[in-house]
């Protein structure tokens, strides 16, 4: 059952045009368990909140999905794929097999993930709760929500620390950058080892 704030989600999201042009061709990229996610979802809704245009502020519009084939060589063929598919855009859409996460989160942030065991699991981990978003489509535009906290804080421009897996300081990094292109926002700290 939809509700009140999952369609409000939904319309300020779609106000996005590229998450719109993204939600429409890609289920044409052929991969499972894909999810359109993170900065491209809450990032607009904290624009539409805050009276900006839509797409400020968005670096690039991060496309998940979920193949049990872990190689390089397959999730580089995906990402070719989407190249292709997405060009029309005016927008960088990152491209991850969320499968391969484990195989170099250490190395990039400094301590070891434990294999997802989808797309939602990984959404799950992100830094912050109210970044926690995804939303997909089928092949005839229906589209489907994921939102594990809620939607209160993400329309309260509440940002919730989420320690499940990152560090703090990727958190810090975040926020920081948060904090100055939304300075409507209200950012919890990082909780403390005793809390």
């Known amino acids: 059952m939809t509700t009140d704030a999952e369609r409000l989600f939904l319309t300020y999201i779609q106000?996005?045009?590229?998450?719109?042009?993204?939600?429409?061709?890609?289920?044409?990229?052929?991969?499972?368990?894909?999810?359109?996610?993170?900065?491209?979802?809450?990032?607009?809704?904290?624009?539409?909140?805050?009276?900006r245009d839509p797409g400020a502020g968005i670096r690039d519009y991060d496309l998940f999905y979920f193949d049990a084939d872990t190689s390089y060589e397959a999730e580089d063929a995906v990402i070719h794929r989407a190249r292709e598919l997405f060009k029309g855009l005016d927008a960088e859409v990152e491209v991850r097999n969320e499968a391969r996460v484990h195989l170099w989160y250490e190395e990039h942030f400094g301590v070891p993930a434990v294999p997802f065991t989808s797309t939602s699991d990984a959404i799950d981990h992100f830094a912050a709760k109210t970044c926690c978003f995804a939303v997909t489509a089928d092949e005839h535009g229906g589209v489907t929500t994921y939102a594990p906290h809620g939607y209160d804080d993400l329309f309260g421009r509440n940002v919730i620390p989420n320690p499940v897996l990152a560090p703090r300081d990727v958190y810090l990094t975040k926020t920081r950058r948060w904090s100055t292109e939304w300075p409507s926002l209200n950012i919890q700290p990082w909780p403390t080892v005793n809390a």
């Open 15 to 51: 106000r996005n045009p590229i998450n719109r042009q993204i939600l429409q061709l890609a289920p044409a990229l052929g991969v499972s368990d894909w999810w359109l996610t993170a900065g491209a979802l809450f990032q607009t809704v904290w624009n539409v909140l805050d009276g």
